[in-house]
């Protein structure tokens, strides 16, 4: 698709279209990155990394937003150049080209935010996110060369224009994607949802009278919990112990994406 992309751009002296083929080259090494990203956090505990691998994956998708960053700077620098710069109209035949693009691309975007959403993977929302950058960055270019081949002479730059939205747009989702795995590295709370699931699960457990601090941190596609399980506080520290495994084992099996579950029992009346 880059290849085309280029071809098509060149041939069809369209910059806007070149702006796009610069951005989907950008999302060949940011899904290599998602590749790696997904594979190394999966990979299980070991001594020196007790709650696993998961932190790699919001660390590959800062490196997805820096290749986005680049691509739109790029961009941009290139269509301001465009603007002052007399040139061509673009060839009529690009819009055939960038309609099968948006339509690919849009496509591409609901299979993997699809995923993304299932395995709970920020590297996974960022490269879908890319996707979906791409078939605006397109959109943007079909109607700047429509605009461009319809008004004429005069209006070649509406479609130079447009490459430097697509570059503001992707700036845009740069944030959007960033801001998510920066409170993932920074262990920020956004999981009030699945804080409701484990309290009302907790509390089907025999021995559990209530809960009272629960703490989320996500590590890659798992959630790791820190739970205060009530129980009676007249029972023996063996019966708080057999409770606290029950409840652990219990958590685990209703909610397959937690990972480590740290019971901490207090006392009730």
């Not at 951005?23 to 290599?32: G, N, Y």
């Not at 060839?91 to 591409?108: D, Q, R, V």
């Not at 998510?180 to 590295?185: F, T, V």
């Not at 399980?229 to 606290?244: C, F, L, Y």
Request: hydrophobic share 45%; proline share 3%; glycine share 6%.
């Amino acid at each position: 698709m880059s290849a085309i992309k280029w071809l098509a751009g060149y041939f069809g002296n369209s910059y806007a279209l070149i702006a796009d083929a610069i951005e989907s080259t950008a999302d060949i090494f940011s899904s290599l990155l998602v590749l790696f990203g997904l594979k190394y956090s999966n990979r299980p505990a070991d001594k020196n990394h007790p709650y696993g691998h998961g932190r790699a994956e919001p660390l590959i998708t800062f490196l997805i937003v820096g290749f986005l960053i680049v691509s739109a700077t790029v961009i941009a620098y290139k269509s301001v150049l465009n603007i002052r710069t007399p040139h061509e109209l673009p060839k009529p035949f690009t819009l055939y080209i960038l309609g099968a693009i948006i339509l690919w691309k849009e496509i591409s975007y609901r299979i993997v935010i699809k995923r993304s959403k299932e395995i709970h993977s920020s590297s996974l929302k960022a490269d879908a996110w890319h996707h979906r950058s791409d078939a605006i960055t397109s959109v943007a270019a079909f109607i700047g060369i429509s605009a461009a081949l319809f008004l004429g002479e005069g209006y070649e730059a509406a479609d130079d224009w447009a490459a430097l939205f697509s570059a503001g747009f992707i700036l845009y989702n740069c944030y959007l994607i960033f801001r998510p795995a920066l409170g993932e590295i920074m262990d920020e709370h956004l999981y009030d949802d699945l804080v409701d699931t484990i309290r009302k699960v907790s509390l089907t457990v025999d021995g559990v009278l209530d809960t009272e601090k629960c703490f989320i941190r996500k590590a890659g596609m798992k959630y790791h919990v820190d739970l205060h399980a009530i129980v009676k506080g007249h029972i023996s520290v063996k019966q708080g112990h057999d409770i606290a495994h029950q409840l652990k084992d219990t958590l685990k099996n209703e909610i397959p994406e937690l990972g480590n579950v740290l019971i901490h029992v207090e006392p009730g009346e």
